[in-house]
């Protein structure tokens, strides 16, 4: 990876520890804030076109995810760019995995 790959990662990675408060108000109890963080900046370098998108919308993006409890880990929820935007975007296990932990359903098959 060149140096000017791993300043930007710096830089998201920065960005994305100032925002762990944030973060940490928007988890639901059952996921810890430094996993959330782990599995987020993990995506982050394994899909460089993250790196080259609009930050805001990476953020906020991040954001929606924490709110909604499911780590942006391809199973859980994804991130992914469109243009120039990062949308974020529950998967099937991860809305699964919302309905189970709501407690207002006794099964889903």
Do not use: W
């Amino acid at each position: 990876m060149s140096n000017k790959a791993m300043s930007v990662i710096d830089e998201v990675r920065t960005s994305l520890t100032r925002m762990e408060p944030q973060f940490k108000m928007a988890l639901p109890t059952h996921v810890s804030v430094a996993r959330f963080m782990r599995v987020t900046m993990t995506a982050v370098q394994n899909n460089p076109d993250l790196l080259q998108a609009d930050r805001r919308t990476l953020f906020s993006s991040c954001m929606k995810a924490a709110a909604d409890g499911l780590l942006p880990d391809g199973r859980d929820s994804a991130l992914v760019v469109f243009g120039s935007d990062v949308v974020y975007m529950p998967m099937v296990g991860g809305i699964l995995k919302k309905v189970r932990n709501s407690g207002e359903l006794a099964s889903i098959t």
